[in-house]
T-cell receptor, first 113, second 116 residues
Framework: KQEVTQIPAALSVPEGENLVLNCSFT??????LQWFRQDPGKGLTSLLL?????REQTSGRLNASLDKSSGRSTLYIAASQPGDSATYLC????????????FGKGTLLTVNP | DTAVSQTPKYLVTQMGNDKSIKCEQN?????MYWYKQDSKKFLKIMFS???????INETVPNRFSPKSPDKAHLNLHINSLELGDSAVYFC???????????????FGAGSRLTVL
């Protein structure tokens, strides 16, 4: 059974700081890993998708890394802004079907002006 | 223009009632999903349909019945609502294909169900 853990559960930083969010998963036989952003009262927005053959993926100020063998991924946010405040979730396929994503509980990020 | 749209956005109802949530996607995807996010923000899959066929059916009470009239629609009907059904229900869609891309999901904005 795939389990996903995200640390920390919440993080509060001043604007401009660089930060790292962590995600770990128990079953390393994954095809890919995704990072999502969830704003209050809204759906999830896919930020980055890393294929299992990749070690990292970048989009703007976001960089996600994947170490499949150790079951870990990190999301690095550079020069954080108040608009980055949201819950960040990572998700991996598993549980017997590639169509089934298992999500972590998320990290609630607050960037203070 | 909304890619995945759900209605209603908010639903408040009494215990024992029957209610439905509708979902439509205009992305041309062939796979649709229902996820439930409980009060602890834990997001779990409930159902998935691929080309109108049920492919994932998690351990969900049979009071929950999904229906997919076509590839672009997946509705969720809930009978005899209970307090514990209060949650945010998210619809999502994806395009099947190579395993590495099959689960790139696009989510709707969610439907917040409150059972009193």
């Amino acid at each position: 059974k795939q389990e996903v853990t995200q640390i920390p559960a919440a993080l509060s930083v001043p604007e401009g700081e660089n930060l790292v969010l962590n995600c770990s998963f128990t079953d390393s036989a994954i095809y890919n890993l995704q990072w999502f952003r969830q704003d209050p009262g809204k759906g999830l927005t896919s930020l980055l998708l890393i294929q299992s053959s990749q070690r990292e993926q970048t989009s703007g100020r976001l960089n996600a890394s994947l170490d499949k063998s150790s079951g870990r991924s990190t999301l690095y946010i550079a020069a954080s802004q108040p608009g980055d405040s949201a819950t960040y979730l990572c998700a991996v396929p598993g549980g017997g079907s590639n169509y089934k994503l298992t999500f972590g509980k998320g990290t609630l990020l607050t960037v203070n002006p | 223009d909304t890619a995945v749209s759900q209605t209603p956005k908010y639903l408040v109802t009494q215990m024992g009632n029957d209610k439905s949530i509708k979902c439509e996607q205009n992305l041309g995807h062939d796979t649709m999903y229902w996820y439930k996010q409980d009060s602890k923000k834990f997001l779990k899959i409930m159902f998935s349909y691929n080309n109108k066929e049920l492919i994932i059916n998690e351990t969900v009470p049979n009071r929950f019945s999904p229906k997919s009239p076509d590839k672009a629609h997946l509705n969720l009907h809930i009978n005899s609502l209970e307090l514990g059904d209060s949650a945010v229900y998210f619809c999502a869609s994806s395009q099947s294909g190579p395993s590495s891309r099959a689960n790139v999901l696009t989510f709707g904005a969610g439907s917040r169900l409150t059972v009193l």
